[in-house]
């Protein structure tokens, strides 16, 4: 059953890890208590190539990381930081009742904590989170992804998120508003074509993915460049994206 609303002037979709935060919190995890970066940077490197699956690659990584889940939760918090433009980005979407939408192929549980942690409690009410989840072990305190989409090859398939969230909202091709994807890595490849402008971050894969696969973008450093492009292309009823795309 779908769910009628009044059409906001636009909706964002985002990326958590790496886009958001600071740091990527898999990437993080595998890094520093897991394999390592260099094992890790050659699994991106093989999805960003297409010679192994994102669900695949990622479960690699997470298996190699046996610290109990708490404890991985308590060092994320200790070390993640937010994007410093992300809170004022935040309460502007609010002022405007832009919905803002976390679209992860992380765990929501960590997700949950680090929110909570770096922009309020008022934000996990505020903010809907659509990600995988997690099984722990309550004895031995194991624990494992459970993919949000397991037969997809992306463990978490973004681009039917968006449209599922479209749907179950009432949105058709008549009423739905502006619609943004920010993102910065191969986690993002599913999503990449689904809005009608993609934010891709400075210097990182999904750029990389975006020009080989002629997938028109705009670069962001931080949400504070994300504001200001947004702001202008609402202000202009969206008939200014072209200026913003990169690699016309």
Known sequence: MTKQISSPPAIVFTDWDGTVTLQ?????????????????????????????????????????????????????????????????????????????????????????ALLKNLVGEDAIQNIEIISNGVKI?????????????????????????????LEKHGYNSTNTPLLFYCGDGVSDISAAKETNLLFAKHGKDLIKYSIREKIPYTEFNNFADILSKITSIIDADGKNINEFIENK
């Open 24 to 112: 990527d919190s898999n990437d993080y995890l595998t890094d520093n208590i897991g394999f390592g970066k260099a094992r890790r940077s050659a699994i991106n490197q093989e999805i960003l190539e297409g010679t192994q699956s994102f669900r695949d690659g990622f479960q690699e990584m997470l298996d190699s990381v046996t610290t109990p889940f708490p404890e991985c939760i308590d060092f994320l918090l200790k070390n993640v930081q937010l994007d410093p433009g992300f809170k004022e980005f935040y309460h502007w979407c609010a002022a405007k009742k832009i919905p803002v939408i976390v679209i992860s192929s992380g765990m929501k549980p960590i997700i949950y």
């Open 137 to 165: 072990n309550e004895e031995t305190k194991e624990w494992d992804i459970v993919y949000k989409d397991p037969q997809s090859p992306f463990g978490h398939d973004k681009s039917n998120s968006i449209k599922e969230y």
